[in-house]
């Protein structure tokens, strides 16, 4: 199998291999120490020996004894060594899948949204901490810290290596979905540096969802996101120039978009749709279903894609989902209405100084003829974004204006 190949591999492998550890010896930050140990042993092996008939059992293994290694060596732990340091061979590896469990424990409700994200990257989808680091324009020691203190966050509040049940599952389930949405909204549009997008962190957002939705597939809010990231990430190639300029959605190249992506997506959302519930990423999911759906900008079923945010800011009420609502409500009932839409967000001090809403009103004004205007909300949404590929455009359809 070639190094690629290994990669994806171990990918897949990492947080089935982490969830039998932690479920056998109960220490999550010494047995994921183990595992990253494990699977940097088998970067180097096997691509040059060969991937072993049963590549989990292998890493089961090794991560094992590298943990009781470590154990061996801490006079404190000599009592837990005595119940738990038995030899480990791939055949005592058992074929349940904890996946689910790790994700829900990197979700932990007492850690920030930025630590759930950096520990499920690094636990669950298996990437080193210089990878996260990178994907998200931090030093390597800063991103370590952050996920050594998410690490010892989690021992400290004693939690247990088990599913929640009832309405703690349901409240935790929201956060893991949320911590998803966010990397592959990361991977979509990187809040900062000089690229438009982190193709790789949308992937991987797309393969942990995947990964959730084999084990619930029938939790309507679950297909519905993974329905949403792949509608959007269909549209990746025509997002940008050659140059790595933003190219808006109504501008895009359409026969560039990903059909196969797309019809799966569609596929998906029908699913989700067909439940006797309705969430947010469901709502979304369809929203992106109906620009999919439309062969030219001009051709898109603005009508319904309002109706759906009207139905989305009634279920979950949000200052983004408004400012994309008056974009939908612009195209219905033209620019004044959308203008006179936004300005019910001017109070709302989430929204103070977000680039969106400024070049939203900037180009709803440019539509009424209002260019001065434009030409200043152009220029102030441009100062405030860190994304330099938006920067770039925003400031060239000021330079259009001026």
């Known amino acids: 199998m070639t190094a690629p190949g290994v990669e994806d591999l171990l990918r897949e492998l990492t947080p089935q291999v982490l969830g039998v550890l932690v479920r056998r010896y109960g220490q999550f930050e010494g047995c994921e120490d183990a595992v990253q140990e494990a699977v940097l042993a088998a970067t180097v092996r096997w691509p040059a020996e060969g991937v072993p008939d049963n590549p989990r059992g292998w890493l089961v293994t090794v991560a094992s004894r590298r943990l009781i290694d470590e154990m061996r060596s801490d006079h404190a732990r000599r009592e837990r060594e005595a119940a738990t340091a038995h030899e480990v061979t791939p055949e005592d590896v058992p074929d349940t899948d904890d996946s689910l469990v790790l994700l829900f424990l990197c ?96 992937r991987e957002a797309i393969r942990l969802t995947r990964m959730v939705h084999s084990q619930l597939p029938e939790d309507g809010e679950v297909t519905g996101l993974l329905a949403l990231m792949l509608l959007t990430h269909a549209r990746r190639r025509a997002r940008t120039t050659l140059a790595g300029d933003l190219v808006p959605l109504d501008e895009q190249d359409r026969t560039t978009w990903d059909r196969e992506m797309i019809d799966e997506g569609t596929e998906l959302v029908k699913a989700s749709l067909a439940g006797p519930a309705l969430g947010p990423y469901q709502l979304q999911a369809a929203i992106a279903a109906t620009h999919a759906d439309a062969a030219t900008a001009e051709q898109t079923n603005w009508p319904q894609i309002h109706a759906l945010y009207l139905i989305l800011e009634r279920i979950a009420p949000n200052p983004v989902v408004t400012l994309n609502r008056a974009i939908a409500l612009a195209e219905t009932d033209g620019p004044t209405a959308g203008l006179a839409l936004l300005s019910t ?58």
């Open 345 to 402: 967000l001017d109070a709302d001090e989430r929204m103070a100084g977000f680039h969106r809403l400024l070049s939203v009103r900037a180009h709803l004004r440019e539509k009424i003829g209002d260019t001065v205007g434009a030409h200043q909300d152009y220029r102030r949404a441009a100062k405030a974004t860190a994304s330099l590929a938006e920067q770039r455009y925003l400031e060239s359809r000021a330079r259009r204006l001026r």
């Open 107 to 202: 979700c932990h409700p007492t850690l920030t949204a930025a630590s759930q994200t950096a520990l499920t990257l690094r636990a669950v989808g298996g990437l080193t901490t210089a990878e996260i680091a990178r994907a998200f324009l931090v030093p390597e020691a800063t991103m370590a810290a952050r996920i050594s203190r998410a690490k010892q966050r989690i021992r400290s509040a004693g939690s247990s290596f088990r599913l929640p049940e009832g309405a703690e599952r349901e409240e935790r389930l929201r956060v893991v979905l949320q911590v998803l949405y966010l990397i592959f909204n990361e991977g979509y549009t990187a809040s900062s540096g000089g690229r438009l997008h982190r193709p790789d962190l949308a």
